[in-house]
Antibody
């Protein structure tokens, strides 16, 4: 059964870069059938799609975050990562990683999520 | 961007009763070439990540109880729970995948009355 687990620092200072990693187990990230994505949820608010990556390294980002976001993949470790630069308090959120089928643009399954707080 | 608006923001329903959650998109998510509505519903229980319930607006994900159903087309969609169970307490969100950026509704919190 495929599982995803996001991990990374829970506290990031304003203006710094948020870095998270999603570890995939129970399946290969190199499958040509899937994309691997990041979605976030600020406290008390709705979900926001950040972007996703294909195992070849092709990326697709939300234009609202594109100037600050980098998603990368490490197939040798079965992991993909998120970097969000120049963070502010507005970037405080639960960050989820999830899988998206190439032919099915919804997200399933989702990882447990990791809470990132931006504060000095 | 396609804006997704859910109503109500919160809902309290008695056990065994019907719960109805609405989702409206700012533009049609019906793809004319295949007649499919590019809309999904998710359930998020407290402390858990979202779980896919329904895709193509009305197709239940494998393992989802048949008391959950999705309907609607174009810009107006509904998630219905025919007979509310205690384990259905959650936040429900719709998502359009018609175009990027993919967008979600703000969520509807469902509680027991």
């Amino acid at each position: 059964q495929l599982q995803l687990q996001a991990s990374g620092p829970g506290l990031v200072k304003p203006s710094e870069t948020l870095s998270l990693t999603c570890t995939v187990s129970g399946g290969s990230i190199s499958s040509n059938s899937y994309y691997w994505g990041w979605i976030r949820q600020p406290p008390g608010k709705g979900l926001e799609w950040i972007g996703y990556i294909y195992y070849t390294g092709s990326t697709y980002y939300n234009p609202s975050l594109k100037s600050r976001v980098t998603i990368s993949v490490d197939t040798s470790k079965n992991q993909f990562s998120l970097k969000l630069s120049s963070v502010t308090a507005a970037d405080t959120a639960m960050y989820y990683c999830a899988r998206r089928e190439a032919a099915a643009p919804w997200f399933d399954p989702w990882g447990q999520g990791t809470l990132v707080t931006v504060s000095s | 961007d396609i804006e997704m608006t859910q109503s109500p923001d919160s809902l309290a329903v008695s056990l065994g009763e019907r719960a109805t959650i609405n989702c409206k998109s700012s533009q049609s998510v019906l793809y004319s070439s295949n007649k499919k509505n590019y809309l999904a519903w998710y359930q998020q229980k407290p402390g858990q990540p979202p779980k896919l319930l329904i895709y193509w607006a009305s197709t239940r994900e494998s393992g989802v109880p048949d008391r959950f159903s999705g309907s609607g087309s174009g810009t107006d969609f509904t998630l219905t729970i025919s007979s509310l169970q205690a384990e259905d307490v959650a936040v429900y969100s719709c998502q359009q995948y018609y175009s990027t950026p993919y967008t979600f509704g703000q969520g509807t919190k469902l509680e027991i009355k």
